[in-house]
Each structure stands twice: as C-alpha cells, then as structure tokens.
C-alpha cells in the first residue's frame, strides 16, 4: 500500500509543481481587481462619488462626468460584491457624498460568470481563500484563466480600465472592427440574461436584500445613494419577460425613500452609442453620464 501511494505521490507531483507554477503567474498579471483594490487603498478618502454595479455601470458610467468620481464596477459583479466592496471601504471614504449603482436585466441572478468570484477572493478579499475552496485559485477556474493568459498574450495587459476604473475597449471602433467576440446580437444577449422568475425567487430575494443593505449602509453614513437602471435597446427590451423587467419597479417601490431611483432603461441613445444591445460604447457614455447627474443633481 506505502508502495503504491508512492507512486501516486511521485505522479501527482510534477502537475502540482505546474498547477503551483501556473497560479503564481496567474496572479502576477495586472487586472482591474488588483487596479481598482490598490486605488482605493490609497485614494479612497478622496472619491466623492462611488460607482458599483455590473458591466452596465462599468461601461455607461463615465467617472470623468461626476465630481471626484471613481468606477469600481466590474463584469458580472453581483449586488453582494457591490455591498461587500462598499462595507469594507465606506469608513474610511471620509469625502464620499453619493453611490451609483447601475441595474439591469442580468442583475438579479448570478447566472453569468458566477466562477468570477474567484476574483473577489484572490484580488480584493471580499470572501475567504481558506480553507481552500473553488474560488481560491485561478487554476481552478480553468475557462476564465485560458481567456486572462490568451488576452494577456496578445496585448501584455488584461487591467482593462481606466486611471478612474472605467472600462477600456468597448468604443466604436471595437464596434466597427467587430473584434470583441462579447459583441452579440440581440436574441443572444436575451437567452443569455433570461430569469425564469417564478422559480427563482430565492436568488432573486437575495440580490434584492443585498442592494437593501447597501441602502442601510448609506443612510447610516449620511451618503446619497442613486439607482438607476441602465438603458437597453427598444428591441431588447420587447423581447425580454415583462415579469423581468418589472423587477426594477420592484426594486424602486421597495427602496423608496432610502435612495434616488432612476429609470434610464428607455432613454434614446444614438444608434452608434450601442456596444451591444445592453452596453453603451465610451463615447457614448459620455453623453448619457453628463443626462445622468443632471437628474441626480
């Protein structure tokens, strides 16, 4: 038996050195999580306006439009990140006087991407890395790691934001040139965001709790908070489960007079301003932050 488990140790050994190797070159490329940690980390005490959100936000929210701004939203960020990134900051935000956070469709669910938590507990320690979980290593995240080595070798950089932590890449000419292959057409986008809602009420309660007790948190710190759902095209909007995107209404009626709800979904963007069907291009964001704080102004 001692023979035998021998064996096994002496094959198992070269892929441990490779896994061990792997992850430790894994984490030694930049990204927008270790971006976005450092920059609060040393900034923080300095942002006025925060944003959180998923992809809607890191894309359409432009922080140059907003006082002492700063993005850090992320692609699929879920409400519990949101609210775990604002408890562990908030305290030591000594000049922050308002929070954003951008709402979609795909909010409600962790249906997309949800292996991206391991992220969040490697980068930013939003969710403990042991006892060793699947979330503790990049190596266990094989899809993802394959997509971060392959962008990372073909541009030498995977941090993918800006010095204010918006999103790079997704503009017009990304458009034109049809590079991104996260560019899809509009019935792909709605199969990929689609909720059965009535069998997921759970989740659905959850993500709702999560944005409540961001709500709480800024009440307590005498912090405006703004919600707003982000725009989608008209023709994604018909093709997509009314029971869904009465959701937001939903989540606007429960916040009421804890927080400013905004409902941009059906405001005009210029053909051109659409990254896809539920992302706008940076140019555009532009234009549709500055219509932003004037409501929320």
Not at 17 to 31: G, H, Q, T
Not at 83 to 111: C, E, F, K, N, P
Not at 241 to 262: M, Y
Request: charged share 20%; with cysteine; proline share 3%.
């Amino acid at each position: 038996m001692k023979k035998f488990l021998r064996h096994i140790a002496l094959f198992l050994l070269p892929l441990l050195i490779v896994a061990v190797a792997l992850e430790f070159v894994a984490e030694s490329i930049p990204n927008s999580y270790t971006y976005k940690r450092d920059y609060m980390a040393h900034h923080g005490s300095q942002i006025r306006t925060l944003i959180l959100g998923s992809s809607y936000a890191y894309d359409g929210l432009n922080p140059s439009e907003m006082p002492a701004a700063f993005n850090l939203a992320n692609s699929s960020q879920t409400p519990e990140d949101d609210y775990r990134l604002l408890a562990r900051y908030i305290d030591s935000m000594d000049s922050l006087q308002t929070v954003i956070i951008g709402v979609g469709t795909g909010t409600w669910t962790d249906v997309s991407e949800a292996q991206r938590r391991t992220y969040y507990t490697i980068y930013m320690d939003l969710y403990p890395r042991w006892p060793i979980n699947r979330n503790s290593m990049e190596v266990f995240n094989l899809e993802l790691l394959t997509k971060k080595i392959i962008k990372y070798a073909l541009s030498r950089d995977v941090t993918r934001c800006d010095s204010l932590g918006q999103r790079i890449g997704h503009d017009s000419l990304a458009v034109a040139q049809g590079a991104e292959f996260w560019n899809k057409d509009i019935a792909s986008l709605v199969a990929n965001d689609w909720v059965d809602v009535a069998h997921s009420q759970k989740e659905i309660a959850r993500n709702v709790s999560f944005i409540d007790s961001i709500a709480s948190l800024c009440v307590a710190h005498d912090v405006r908070l703004a919600v707003v759902a982000m725009p989608a095209m008209e023709a994604y909007r018909q093709q997509m489960p009314k029971e869904q995107l009465a959701l937001t209404d939903s989540l606007f009626v429960h916040l009421s007079g804890r927080a400013q709800c905004i409902d941009a979904s059906a405001w005009e963007i210029p053909d051109e301003g659409w990254y896809n069907a539920t992302h706008l291009t940076r140019e555009a964001s532009v234009d549709f932050t500055r219509l932003l704080m004037d409501s929320i102004l």
